[in-house]
């Protein structure tokens, strides 16, 4: 099944999901009351089509801080790049 996760009209603008950006900007998690959303709450509404919860938040950060953590070896593989070497490479 394929499903287009984003939509951009000419008129309307952005949406994401069905939501546009106002509504989005509304209803997604904020760390800050009336601050703007955070990028872990956009990213839950992008992969399962809804707002999370406190909860879901909570325990989505943190599976992301872990995926991101590095290994020892990949670690050590990324300080052996020579300091002047383009990012693209």
Same mark, same amino acid.
């Given at each position: 099944?394929?499903? !287009?996760?984003?939509?951009?009209?000419?008129?309307?603008?952005? !949406?994401?999901?069905?939501?546009?950006?106002?509504?989005?900007? $509304?209803?997604?998690?904020?760390?800050?009351?009336?601050?703007? *959303?955070?990028?872990?709450?956009?990213?839950?509404?992008?992969?399962?089509? !809804?707002?999370?919860?406190?909860?879901?938040?909570?325990?989505?950060?943190?599976?992301?801080?872990?995926?991101?953590?590095?290994?020892?070896?990949? $670690?050590?593989?990324?300080?052996?790049? *020579?300091?002047?070497?383009? *990012?693209?490479?």
């Amino acid at each position: 099944m394929l499903y !287009e996760t984003s939509k951009l009209h000419h008129e309307d603008g952005i !949406e994401y999901r069905g939501q546009d950006l106002f509504k989005i900007r $509304e209803h997604a998690p904020k760390t800050i009351p009336g601050g703007q *959303p955070i990028p872990e709450g956009i990213l839950w509404l992008l992969l399962t089509g !809804e707002y999370p919860t406190d909860q879901e938040i909570t325990a989505f950060k943190e599976d992301l801080f872990i995926r991101g953590e590095l290994t020892a070896d990949q $670690e050590t593989l990324i300080k052996a790049f *020579p300091k002047d070497m383009h *990012p693209m490479t």
